[in-house]
């Protein structure tokens, strides 16, 4: 059975910076597009980046300039690193991996951005 691992989260100040890391777990083959989305509470989930096989990249508007996305196929590794984080900034992130016949998300992991 095939699973999106999302380990990291976790509270940071504003300004700050955090790094979310989301595996593959299982046997999964020919990944198409790995992702991010948030959903913070009242507002719908919405998405913040996506990485292509061939790295061709898509930002949310919110976080262009501040967060950048990465993917290492070796691995099935898929990683946000969060710069210059603000309040606003602060949901539930989501991981998501797709391939040509199937769509897995991440249970979720929380991102508090707080002094």
């Known amino acids: 059975q095939v699973q999106a691992v999302e380990p990291g989260g976790g509270l940071v100040q504003p300004g700050g910076s955090l790094r979310l890391p989301c595996a593959a777990s299982g046997s999964i083959f020919n990944i198409a597009i790995m992702g991010w989305y948030r959903q913070a509470p009242g507002k719908q989930r919405e998405l913040v980046a996506i990485i292509t096989r061939g790295g061709i990249t898509t930002y949310a508007d919110s976080v262009k300039g501040r967060f950048t996305i990465s993917r290492d196929d070796a691995k099935n590794t898929v990683y946000l690193q969060m710069n210059s984080l603000k309040p606003e900034d602060a949901a539930v992130y989501y991981c998501?991996?797709?391939?040509?016949?199937?769509?897995?998300w991440g249970q979720g992991t929380q991102v508090t951005v707080s002094s």
């Open positions: 998501n991996i797709r391939t040509v016949t199937s769509d897995y």
